[in-house]
């Protein structure tokens, strides 16, 4: 079950080009699950994460979702912020619902830009009234994901992995976007990056809310449609690096 899937799984390759496998990480313990997650967390933390995060405190959260869902302006959610401050919390996150047309899960998904009917004062008064506490700010991303009733959607069709002439298989009101094409990747980049320069955002909560279906690019050949799964992947690396080199 480790590594690369064989089931689907082509790469071409021309001459003089390399293929560099995943690395596969395996631990052992005779001490039951929870010693085997302890050393897989070790492991992540040692040899993965970045330094300077790697043994930092982990701060104190609250989250807005069960609270409000969708339902929220910034008046709202400067309220909550108050309440954590007076809960002992070090950081407040701003979740799903902040952008596009986002009032339900039905449509928005892939439009970052602030919705700025039901935040009126913009992100950075946000932002800036939580620091104002003394508690840090975060935001919710699901980068990969676009819903049909999008303008991203309307504008790139194309740029959700869906079979040619056959009706895609849907998971809670969305489609995965094909991160194997640079052009999606250059999007998310800058539509992201807006938004992360606009206000002070300390902390991304990324989500990845359904499994793929309908594994086919629009952006690559017949006979190399075995690569997508994986360049699906490979395409979600800069994407992280960004918040890496952002706000991290």
């Not at 997508?228 to 690396?237: D, I, K, N, T």
Request: charge should be negative; glycine fraction near 6%; aromatic fraction near 12%.
């Amino acid at each position: 079950m480790s590594g690369i899937s064989d089931d689907h799984f082509r790469w071409k390759l021309s001459k003089g080009e390399e293929f560099t496998t995943p690395e596969v990480m395996l631990a052992y313990t005779d001490k039951g699950l929870s010693e085997l997650s302890l050393r897989f967390h070790r492991i992540i933390r040692e040899n993965v994460c970045p330094k300077e995060f790697r043994n930092i405190k982990r701060p104190v959260l609250m989250n807005n979702w069960e609270g409000t869902y969708f339902d929220f302006d910034d008046d709202k959610i400067m309220d909550i912020a108050d309440s954590a401050k007076e809960a002992g919390c070090e950081m407040l996150v701003l979740d799903d619902g902040w952008f596009g047309a986002r009032y339900d899960d039905h449509a928005g998904l892939g439009d970052w830009v602030v919705n700025r009917d039901k935040l009126k004062k913009g992100m950075d008064a946000i932002a800036d009234h939580v620091e104002s506490l003394g508690m840090k700010f975060g935001l919710w991303f699901e980068p990969e994901m676009v819903n049909e009733d999008s303008d991203l959607y309307r504008a790139h069709p194309d740029w959700a992995l869906t079979d040619p002439g056959r009706k895609p298989v849907m998971a809670r009101d969305q489609l995965v976007l094909d991160m194997s094409r640079p052009e999606v990747i250059e999007y998310l980049y800058e539509s992201i990056s807006a938004v992360l320069r606009r206000a002070k955002i300390s902390y991304i909560k990324w989500d990845f809310n359904r499994s793929l279906s309908n594994v086919f690019s629009r952006g690559l050949s017949a006979d190399r449609q075995g690569e997508v799964a994986h360049r699906f992947v490979l395409g979600s690396y800069p994407a992280i690096q960004l918040h890496f080199r952002k706000k991290c």
